[in-house]
């Protein structure tokens, strides 16, 4: 089992022990360290400042925001991340949700799907420079035509010669149509809210896209990240307390009532009656009680919480369920390297 640092993205402040995570994350053994963005700090700068003091530990986004840049600026940012870190960018990307994507960059939400293996292909052809980049898409023409466009447009190559035509592209996605296409395009999937027990329904998904043709992985070259707050305690009870809050803003708080994903990967565990309650609670501004009515098991489903011996297991448990790396987050230096002791007992 691999393990990731996620670093997250910013709040109202930077985070002021980012480059000591990030330097123990290396000596200790990780695998990778990754930063996302929301609407405030981006995911590639920091990897780009904190990196530049590591050698080994690969450098990737959790997620970068397809709507947040085109795909060959995308394709810029990754090349350019790849050739300071000598070859350790992951490039992960995703869609994001509508109040996002409309409401903080103007850009339509609609047929997010089709948007996504686009934006791959042209990144791929990008990375590849074996010839002009084109796409004949609706969604990203290139070149632009149109009543838009001056038709002056031509078709360009990267000046900057990519170091690695196959920089490794990585999804995050949560419903079955999404993980299919992660499992046909991407060379691995970033998985939020991953539940061992479901693993049975994520490996039909993903068999769906590993079976269509032209798909560039089988199941023992794909990469299955999947966040996980994992918590060493010896008070489980008030640790899972603890998450109920966070819970409830992610089922109840991030998306609206119509289309929350998040809200969506619960209901496909299971939790339909408790994540209308929490909903309806948390859009009413009853945000205490909305934590209050999410169950233990919502948490333990997928959180890593218990002593030692727990955890150990319990890590275990999820690397038979077909995950190749835990993503992490962690307060400080010690965290990491007891973690990472545990993933290696």
């Known amino acids: ?94 869609v994001s949700g509508p109040q996002v994507v409309e409401g903080w960059y ?8 089709a948007r996504t293996r686009e934006y791959v292909s042209i990144i791929r052809q990008v990375l590849a420079r074996e010839s002009h980049v084109r796409n004949d898409g609706p969604h ?29 592209i990585w999804l995050g996605s949560e419903g079955p149509k999404n993980v299919a296409l992660t499992a046909e395009i991407a060379d691995g999937w970033l998985a939020i809210y991953f539940s061992p027990r479901l693993a049975p329904m994520y490996n039909e998904w993903l068999d769906e896209g590993f079976a269509r043709e032209g798909a560039r992985h089988t199941r023992e070259t794909f990469e299955i990240a999947a966040t996980c707050q994992i918590v060493i305690t010896d008070d489980r009870q008030a640790e899972i307390d603890r998450m109920k809050p966070i819970l409830a803003l992610y ?9 929350n994903f998040h809200a969506d990967v619960y209901r496909r565990m299971g939790y339909e009656k408790e994540v209308a309650e929490i909903g ?4 009413t501004g009853r945000k205490d009680e909305a934590a209050k009515a999410v169950p233990d098991e919502m948490v333990s489903e997928t959180m890593i919480i218990g002593d030692e011996a727990y955890v150990r297991e319990d890590i275990k448990r999820w690397e038979e369920a077909g995950v190749t790396m835990l993503l992490l987050t962690a307060q400080n230096g010690e965290q990491i390297r007891k973690l990472a002791a545990l993933a290696e007992s």
């Not at 089922?251 to 289309?259: C, D, L, Q, S, T």
């Open 1 to 94: 089992m691999k393990l990731g640092l996620q670093l997250g993205y910013w709040m109202a402040q930077p985070p002021t022990n980012a480059g000591e995570l990030v330097r123990a994350a290396e000596e200790s053994g990780f695998d990778a360290v990754f930063a996302a963005e929301s609407w405030g700090s981006d995911a590639f700068t920091p990897l780009a400042w904190w990196g530049s003091s590591t050698e080994k530990v690969r450098l990737g986004t959790s997620v970068a925001q397809l709507s947040a840049r085109t795909p060959t600026s995308a394709a810029m940012h990754a090349l350019t991340l790849d050739h300071l870190s000598g070859g350790r960018a992951i490039l992960g990307l995703g």
């Open 106 to 113: 103007g850009q339509p939400f609609a047929k997010p799907l």
């Open 140 to 168: 990203y023409p290139l070149p632009l035509t149109g009543d838009n466009a001056t038709g002056l447009g031509k078709p360009l190559k990267p000046i900057t010669h990519p170091l690695r035509a196959d920089l490794p």
């Open 251 to 259: 089922v109840g708080g991030m998306g609206a009532a119509e289309m």
């Open 280 to 283: 309806e609670l948390f859009r």
